[in-house]
């Protein structure tokens, strides 16, 4: 037995050895390079440099206050959606439902950078089909780009578009998977479509849903390409700011490796800190 581990473990070295440098090695570099100042040559260990910086830092506060936003927000507003549109998919009644499927996924694979310029041309001011819209039922035009609650509703907007259709085949996955003998019983009792929704479907896609609760959370933390390209890097004036884009800022413009290694770390802590506090608060009672 003792051989065949071995002989296993000596398969899996070369795999390991890339995990290690590619993987472990960088996580363990950054987590020690947020103890430096790396603004000055030679770097030098200094502890409450980047750590002190971030506790009094207005930019750091205004991109967590817009993270947290999003995720109040969007996030249920997505799943809610998904779940609406997981239940559409998995009727009898829908016709050719592997085609809505793909239409539901689709939005996953379209390339971003392409996405997000449809997006600017659909919510421009002057010529974008969403102005147009309001007009034709008699309201003003919005000007999506400049103001900073409108520009944070397109965020949204933007990322539920994406992102809700990927959550609804998860959940559809979940919902097939629940025995039909539970359904036929509850009809048998004259148990209404919709108590069933509430008392059967949704206590045992429980689990699917804090499963897709908890990779919104992730990438709602590390949220990053619709603030850059659609509202211009964080605009108006940093009111789309996110924790992404601030240690995109910090790292790669002005080259603050050690204050973006320091966000990074705090953006990973703090989603870990939500995710556990949920699955806290939606564990089965014993």
């Given at each position: 037995?003792r051989?065949?581990?071995?002989t296993?473990?000596?398969?899996?070295t070369p795999?390991l050895?890339i995990?290690?440098i590619f993987w472990v090695w960088?996580?363990?570099s950054?987590?020690?390079?947020?103890?430096?100042?790396?603004?000055?040559?030679?770097?030098?260990?200094?502890?409450?440099f980047?750590?002190?910086?971030l506790?009094?830092d207005?930019?750091?506060?205004?991109?967590?206050?817009?993270?947290?936003?999003?995720l109040?927000i969007?996030?249920?507003?997505?799943?809610?959606?998904?779940?609406?549109?997981?239940?559409?998919?998995?009727s009898?009644?829908?016709?050719?439902?592997?085609l809505?499927?793909?239409?539901?996924?689709?939005?996953?694979v379209?390339g971003?950078?392409a996405?997000?310029a449809?997006?600017?041309?659909?919510f421009?001011?002057?010529?974008?089909?969403?102005?147009?819209?309001?007009?034709?039922v008699g309201?003003p035009?919005?000007d999506?780009f400049?103001?900073v609650?409108?520009a944070m509703?397109?965020?949204?907007?933007?990322?539920?578009?994406r992102?809700?259709?990927?959550n609804?085949?998860?959940?559809?996955?979940?919902?097939?998977?629940?025995?039909?003998?539970?359904?036929?019983a509850?009809?048998?009792?004259?148990?209404?479509?919709?108590?069933q929704?509430?008392?059967?479907?949704?206590?045992?896609?429980k689990?699917?849903?804090?499963?897709?609760?908890?990779l919104?959370?992730?990438?709602?933390m590390?949220?990053?390409?619709?603030?850059?390209?659609?509202t211009?890097?964080?605009?108006?004036?940093?009111g789309t700011?996110?924790?992404?884009?601030?240690?995109y800022?910090?790292g790669?413009?002005?080259?603050n490796?050690?204050?973006?290694?320091?966000?990074?770390?705090?953006m990973?802590?703090?989603?870990?800190a939500i995710?556990?506090a949920?699955?806290?608060?939606t564990?089965?009672?014993?």
């Amino acid at each position: 037995m003792r051989n065949r581990n071995a002989t296993a473990y000596r398969f899996l070295t070369p795999y390991l050895l890339i995990f290690a440098i590619f993987w472990v090695w960088p996580i363990i570099s950054s987590f020690m390079i947020s103890f430096q100042a790396t603004r000055t040559v030679p770097w030098r260990f200094a502890p409450s440099f980047n750590w002190g910086r971030l506790i009094g830092d207005p930019a750091f506060f205004n991109a967590l206050k817009n993270t947290l936003l999003i995720l109040v927000i969007q996030v249920p507003v997505m799943i809610s959606l998904a779940l609406v549109m997981a239940v559409l998919l998995n009727s009898p009644l829908l016709k050719a439902r592997g085609l809505y499927r793909f239409a539901f996924f689709a939005p996953v694979v379209v390339g971003e950078v392409a996405y997000s310029a449809v997006f600017r041309l659909m919510f421009n001011l002057d010529f974008g089909i969403i102005n147009k819209l309001l007009n034709s039922v008699g309201l003003p035009k919005i000007d999506w780009f400049s103001n900073v609650t409108p520009a944070m509703a397109l965020i949204m907007i933007a990322v539920t578009w994406r992102w809700a259709g990927y959550n609804a085949i998860i959940l559809l996955a979940g919902m097939q998977s629940i025995p039909e003998d539970v359904y036929e019983a509850a009809t048998l009792d004259r148990v209404s479509k919709l108590k069933q929704f509430f008392y059967i479907t949704l206590p045992l896609l429980k689990p699917v849903i804090v499963f897709c609760l908890v990779l919104s959370i992730i990438g709602t933390m590390q949220l990053f390409t619709e603030p850059f390209l659609i509202t211009e890097r964080g605009g108006p004036g940093g009111g789309t700011e996110t924790l992404g884009l601030l240690l995109y800022r910090q790292g790669f413009r002005s080259l603050n490796f050690g204050y973006a290694s320091a966000v990074a770390y705090t953006m990973a802590g703090l989603a870990i800190a939500i995710t556990l506090a949920q699955l806290w608060l939606t564990r089965e009672p014993k």
